[in-house]
């Protein structure tokens, strides 16, 4: 019905910076809140940064004044653009969002991007 597709992961030295995409497709008659959460090797999935429709942003507080998220809502599409990346960024990204699927509100997850900063 609906999917995510993440983009931009990579390998990045420390300080450097990376923009990740997240393109929603699919039978979409609104997408409500996007965020992006990161799963690091042996830890959980933690929020990173979220944004809904209305343009309040929340962040955790490691990534604050370095990660910015934003959206084009005529592209279904969310990004978060990450500076001055250190090496506890290092994970696996995933894209969330609640998409009204005809008259049902689907909470969605792509199936993420791995992010690896180091020298």
């Known amino acids: 019905q609906v999917q995510l597709v993440e983009s931009g992961g990579g390998l990045v030295q420390p300080g450097g910076s990376l923009r990740l995409s997240c393109a929603a497709s699919?039978?979409?008659?609104?997408?409500?809140?996007m965020a992006w959460y990161r799963q690091a090797p042996g830890k959980q999935r933690d929020m990173v940064a979220r944004?809904?429709?209305?343009?309040?942003?929340d962040y955790i507080d490691s990534v604050k004044d370095r990660f910015t998220i934003s959206r084009d809502n005529a592209k279904n599409t969310v990004y978060l653009q990450m500076n001055s990346l250190k090496p506890e960024d290092t994970a696996v990204y995933y894209c969330?969002?609640?998409?009204?699927?005809?008259?049902?509100?689907?909470?969605?997850w792509g199936k993420g991007t791995l992010v690896t900063v180091s020298s």
């Open positions: 944004l809904t429709t209305s343009g309040n942003t």
């Open positions: 969330n969002a609640d998409i009204l699927v005809g008259s049902t509100l689907v909470n969605t």
């Open positions: 699919g039978n979409i008659r609104s997408i409500y809140t």
